[in-house]
């Protein structure tokens, strides 16, 4: 089973702000999601139902809509500021 990875618009700004190099590795780990998409970590209090991807310094805040078999990204940025 393989989920379709479905991008916000802050998200794709993100992505498209960075270099080359943080770029292609964001992308690369957010392709994982495609077959395993719990394997982020689940975020608790406020965040309840959303997941956590790290992706060396950066984070993406993710949800599962497994009746849709869809991963929305909702945001990605360094781990200081994304929460």
Known sequence: MSFDI???????KFIKKCDKQIRNRIIKSLR????????GK??????T????????GYRAIYQIKNSELIVVVIKIGHRKNVY
């Open 6 to 12: 479905v991008l916000t618009a802050e998200s794709e």
């Open 32 to 39: 994982k999601l495609e077959k395993e998409p719990e394997s």
């Open 42 to 47: 689940p975020l608790t209090s406020i965040l």
């Open 49 to 56: 139902g959303l997941w956590s991807l790290r992706i060396g």
